[in-house]
């Protein structure tokens, strides 16, 4: 079964840039979940979630339009992590991060899908 732990500063001052890394057990990013989209979601204080990106396993990049021009998605796959970095972030950008393995269908939704696999999520808060 497939199993996904966030990792990264639980702090960030503005400016500076968010990096958080998914760690995926259970089996290989590539090899055996070649259905998932791996994607990086948050959700901030209050609010519904935001989907920010999300790498297929082509190691091809998408992002959501409002956070293109400072995301970035990479994968390790030798590590079987794939990675979120976030630039010049602001108090608007402290929210739970969460990693996901989605279906390609499930992306978008505005809650987790039974058929997806979630890790389980981790706070960031951006401040000075």
């Known amino acids: 079964q497939v199993q996904l732990q966030e990792s990264g500063p639980g702090l960030v001052k503005p400016s500076q840039t968010l990096s958080l890394t998914c760690t995926v057990s259970?089996?290989?990013?590539?090899?055996?979940?070649?259905?998932?989209?791996w994607a990086w979601i948050r959700q901030p204080p209050g609010k519904g979630l935001e989907w920010i990106g999300y790498?297929?396993?082509?190691?091809?990049?998408v992002y959501t339009t409002s956070l293109a021009s400072r995301t970035s998605i990479s994968w390790d796959t030798s590590k079987n992590q794939f990675t979120l970095q976030l630039r010049s972030v602001t108090p608007e950008d402290t929210a739970v991060y969460y990693c996901?393995?989605?279906?390609?269908?499930?992306?978008?939704?505005?809650?987790?899908?039974?058929?997806?696999?979630w890790g389980q999520g981790t706070q960031v808060t951006v401040s000075s």
């Open positions: 996901a393995g989605v279906l390609p269908a499930n992306y978008g939704l505005e809650s987790p899908d039974t058929r997806d696999a």
């Open positions: 259970g089996g290989s990013i590539i090899t055996k979940y070649v259905y998932y989209y």
């Open positions: 790498i297929t396993r082509s190691g091809v990049s």
